[in-house]
């Protein structure tokens, strides 16, 4: 659900309001994992929680109605005709002009071949040079947000006192680290952003490992800084991989790095319970994965300001030039 609304988002929004509404639709998660406490500290049996927390998902079944299919995706499959439908019902909900839409898309859909762009799959990912490795790269960093979000996060619930009242705060502080979000990928673009966040996360729980066990509080408000970093890092990987994977895969690329964030955040309470081994462990893990995700967003191109991809080999010559480019300056 996560992966598809997000995917929507992306290629309905505009380049102009990309970062504002990729960053506020993470703000919704934010407020679920804070409510989890409150649920956890009524609904004891883990029977009631499991249903307390899923009946909403009921309310999703009305999306399939109230939410129409991507303009952009339905383009990129060679369904022009839908496309321009929802595209013109867009137009009509913000009261503009519907005059040249279809004349438009038309006369764009004579620059694009929809018929290869449709066949796009996930093998695609990593058929090319380029392409591949900005994937391997991208999907690390999935990782290292699955696994230092909800490690950190249940670390600092295993960091002694209420658990409740621990798991709260650290809910309540990604909050903060969200908005700050939206004005650093507006500031800094999403390549200093992402290596930013990773960096403060990874230095923040590796400060950990130097601290005392018995003095919580400070524990608590490291790994508390270390939360904030990742609540910056995970929007900003969303909007990030939206912006590199072309629009044919971009539903499947999203989908595979948020694949491999899943299997993080599956490894996250094994790690985090390593504590029982020896304390700094899980400080440890949860700060030196961080800073190897920060040095692979090294040999990712910034994606702010460019058009998205649509082809597969958009996708692959996106990030080519530029290193062209600043050779040939150089030389001149």
Wanted: hydrophobic share 45%; with cysteine; proline share 5%.
């Amino acid at each position: 659900t996560m992966v598809t609304s997000f995917v929507l988002i992306m290629e309905i929004i505009g380049p102009k309001w990309r970062e504002l509404f990729s960053v506020l639709y993470q703000i919704p998660f934010n407020l679920g994992h804070l409510t989890l406490a409150g649920f956890a500290y009524f609904l004891r049996d883990w029977h009631h929680f499991q249903f307390g927390i899923s009946i909403f998902s009921v309310l999703l079944i009305s999306y399939y109605w109230l939410v129409p299919e991507s303009p952009r995706y339905l383009f990129t499959s060679g369904n022009t005709e839908r496309a321009v439908e929802v595209l013109e019902k867009a137009a009509k909900c913000n009261k503009l002009s519907t005059d040249n839409i279809r004349s438009e898309v038309e006369q764009f859909a004579k620059t694009k071949n929809t018929a290869v762009a449709a066949k796009g799959n996930v093998f695609d990912l990593f058929r090319t040079p380029n392409l591949r490795a900005k994937t391997l790269y991208m999907c690390f960093n999935w990782f290292v947000c699955g696994l230092a979000f909800f490690g950190v996060a249940q670390y600092i619930g295993h960091s002694g006192g209420d658990i409740f009242v621990n798991v709260a705060i650290g809910a309540a502080l990604e909050l903060p680290g969200t908005l700050i979000c939206i004005y650093m990928m507006k500031a800094y673009g999403r390549k200093k952003t992402l290596i930013t966040s990773n960096t403060v996360t990874g230095l923040t729980m590796l400060a950990i490992a130097f601290v005392p066990q018995n003095v919580t509080w400070l524990n608590v408000g490291l790994a508390s800084i270390g939360l904030v970093g990742m609540s910056i890092s995970f929007p900003t990987v969303y909007l990030y991989a939206g912006e590199l994977f072309p629009t044919v895969v971009r539903n499947v690329g999203i989908g595979t790095a948020s694949m491999i964030a899943r299997i993080g955040s599956m490894i996250a309470p094994f790690v985090a319970g390593m504590g029982a081994i020896a304390y700094w462990l899980p400080p440890v893990i949860f700060g030196l994965t961080p800073l190897v995700g920060a040095f692979f967003v090294f040999f990712l191109p910034e994606t702010q300001g460019h058009p998205l991809p649509e082809t597969i080999e958009d996708g692959e010559n996106f990030g080519k030039r530029r290193s062209t480019d600043g050779v040939e300056n150089g030389r001149h």
